[in-house]
């Protein structure tokens, strides 16, 4: 949370001409509400068993594209395994308290406590490094970002291409 993942996956699938699609918006649509309400009438587990789902059903379309994950989504191993399967995984690191000034003062429900927010960080670090393909430095500026995982995507897919 707070990393840029739906402002350089936009920029990314606009380059490349590939679909983009935030999970936490098709959730909300899935649902018919937003997120906050989603965690305060359904509950967490609710949600991250929609966001598996969810999830499936966009890895398993064709054409590629471009996927911005909630920070939650790789905790669930069958996630994490059907993204190894299935897709590349860009992973925007930001140090903790950067996101934490990008996300608090908002809606969002895991966002309201500091030191909850950069245990849950710390805790989720290693996941993040474990299913990565390519780990970028996203603290910087997003045009420079998206070029980056891009250039990265491309050169993957002339990779599987000559295969």
């Known amino acids: 949370m707070g990393a840029g993942k739906t402002a350089v996956g936009r920029r990314v699938a606009s380059r490349l001409g590939w679909q983009f699609v935030d999970a936490d918006?098709?959730?909300?649509?899935?649902?018919?509400?937003?997120?906050?309400?989603?965690f305060r009438e359904k509950g967490e587990i609710w949600f991250r068993r929609t966001e598996e789902a969810t999830i499936r059903e966009v890895v398993a379309g064709e054409p590629p594209g471009v996927l911005a994950l909630g920070g939650g989504a790789l905790g669930a191993e069958r996630t994490r395994g059907l993204l190894a399967r299935r897709a590349w995984v860009a992973w925007l690191h930001v140090n903790p308290q950067v996101a934490w000034e990008r996300v608090h003062g908002s809606d969002r429900p895991l966002a309201t406590d500091?030191?909850?927010?950069?245990?849950?960080?710390?805790?989720?670090?290693?996941?993040?490094?474990?299913?990565?393909?390519?780990?970028?430095?996203?603290?910087?500026?997003?045009?420079?970002?998206?070029?980056?995982?891009?250039?990265?995507?491309?050169?993957?897919?002339?990779?599987?291409?000559?295969?």
């Not at 996941?127 to 491309?154: F, H, K, Q, S």
């Open 25 to 38: 918006r098709a959730i909300e649509s899935r649902a018919g509400m937003p997120i906050p309400q989603i």
């Open 114 to 163: 500091r030191e909850r927010f950069l245990r849950r960080a710390a805790d989720r670090e290693q996941i993040y490094r474990d299913a990565a393909d390519l780990a970028v430095d996203a603290e910087g500026p997003v045009e420079e970002i998206a070029a980056r995982v891009t250039a990265w995507l491309l050169q993957r897919s002339g990779d599987r291409a000559r295969r």
